[in-house]
């Protein structure tokens, strides 16, 4: 890789983003200031899949929520379509990006071959569309594989011993489980599966023309990897699913080059051939990344469809609660998050109920109420959560005593419904709620 001092006049970076509800285009100059940016957002932009905030919620298996794999291939074909009368394309020195943590992609036999030979004259979806083995894509909002977490758990001596190994015990929204469910439930699936990708890792194969390998900080989102030495955990392979290795490949650091883009896109949209993709990694940690967090200690929260709190640590110490994973830009360092899976989806329907379908209504509303909420507690539950862990609905609770700095004294009691503006406020808050929660367990 060059220097910025040695990139020739108008080098351009290309950033993507591949999340639950859209695919993001970020477009940077060399001097790192924006130049261009476009969205596809699925349910509007391809209706024809008919998802529900870009995905699918199976009323047959209560808790599976997948989207349909081909989907995100077609987004990509317009998002780079809508870039072109934008930028050039042949000045992007490189590309690389982020795909939501968990949601995985079933390759079938065959379908290197395929990706490797890919015909600029047509489109990606007319040739992709038969490449996998199976067409949904399970995310980070499933919640169907409990049974498949107790199972790993248990092989590996309980649920803390996993976490040692993997930094997270077992979470339904976790690769792992979820390719165990797969193999348990429908083998012809697992048997025909060629290579399996990560959300971030299937983009990147498909801009390199190859199966680009898993990066370690991505990868330690799937119960699989060796958190300490950062390679797949042989008895958890085991645990999972057979000859489970072969199909996931090698790990990659976050910092790699994946390789060369594609000549299709060479071809197709007049790329350079010298243009370099970068690995892409898990939202989380190229948030981290972006943030710039690097003390320990360092802290950020992120409010998006799923609401994280995470930073940075020099040393792995998995618990039982939360996630350890590599930190993407410190090799010897690990990063830590909690997650809150009930983000922005549920504010939209808080929002849509008490503020008038209206985020200016939303914001006059979180604008009135005082610090720390008259001491009002809530958790907002449109799916399954796992931290804490309770049904779905709406929890509202009122805390006495809660600008006490001692937890000693306090003391809450169950309510049916709050104000709107603490409606709102709280929504935008659970976050901070369920940090709390913890800290006091």
Not at 225 to 237: C, E, H, P, Q
Not at 373 to 397: M, Q, S, T
């Amino acid at each position: 890789m060059v220097g910025r001092s040695s990139l020739p006049d108008g080098a351009l970076f290309l950033g993507l983003d591949s999340s639950t509800q859209s695919v993001k285009a970020t477009v940077l100059s060399n001097e790192l200031i924006i130049v261009a940016s476009e969205t596809v957002n699925f349910d509007s932009e391809l209706p024809h899949y008919k998802t529900e905030g870009g995905v699918y919620r199976d009323p047959t298996d209560d808790g599976r929520i997948y989207s349909p794999t081909i989907m995100w291939v077609e987004a990509l074909e317009l998002l780079l379509e809508k870039l072109k009368p934008k930028i050039n394309f042949s000045k992007v020195v490189a590309v690389s990006g982020s795909g939501q943590q968990h949601g995985s992609v079933y390759w079938k036999k065959g379908s290197q071959a395929v990706l490797s030979s890919l015909d600029p004259g047509k489109s990606l979806v007319s040739q992709l569309k038969d490449a996998f083995s199976t067409m949904d894509s399970p995310i980070w909002m499933d919640s169907s594989t409990t049974k498949q977490c107790r199972e790993v758990e248990n092989a590996v001596g309980g649920a803390l011993e996993l976490s040692k190994l993997t930094g997270s015990r077992a979470y339904e929204r976790f690769t792992g489980p979820q390719i165990r469910k797969i193999y348990q439930t429908a083998p012809h699936i697992y048997e025909n599966t060629e290579r399996i990708s990560l959300v971030s890792s299937f983009m990147a194969s498909i801009l390199v023309g190859c199966y680009a390998s898993i990066d370690e900080t991505d990868g330690a989102g799937m119960n699989l990897m060796d958190i300490n030495k950062r390679t797949w955990s042989k008895a958890v392979l085991e645990a999972t699913a057979p000859d489970l290795e072969q199909k996931l490949g090698n790990l990659a650091p976050a910092c790699a080059a994946a390789g060369r883009i594609s000549s299709y896109f060479v071809e197709r949209h007049q790329f350079d051939k010298n243009c370099f993709v970068i690995q892409w990694s898990g939202d989380n940690p190229n948030s981290l990344a972006g943030l710039t967090l690097n003390t320990p200690g360092d802290l950020a929260i992120s409010l998006g469809t799923s609401d994280t709190v995470f930073g940075i640590t020099a040393e792995a110490k998995p618990s039982l609660e939360g996630h350890v994973f590599p930190n993407p830009v410190e090799p010897d360092g690990y990063m830590v998050m909690l997650c809150y899976k009930n983000g922005s989806l549920t504010r939209e329907d808080v929002r849509n109920q008490c503020a008038e379908k209206s985020w200016d209504i939303f914001n006059n509303y979180l604008e009135k109420t005082p610090p720390l909420n008259g001491g009002r507690l809530g958790f907002y539950y449109k799916d399954h959560e796992i931290l804490p862990p309770l049904p779905v609905g709406f929890h509202r609770y009122i805390v006495e005593n809660f600008s006490d700095a001692s937890s000693d004294n306090l003391k809450e009691c169950e309510v049916q419904e709050f104000d709107p503006e603490s409606e709102v406020c709280l929504t935008v808050l659970s976050v901070s709620n369920f940090m709390i929660l913890v800290a006091n367990k």
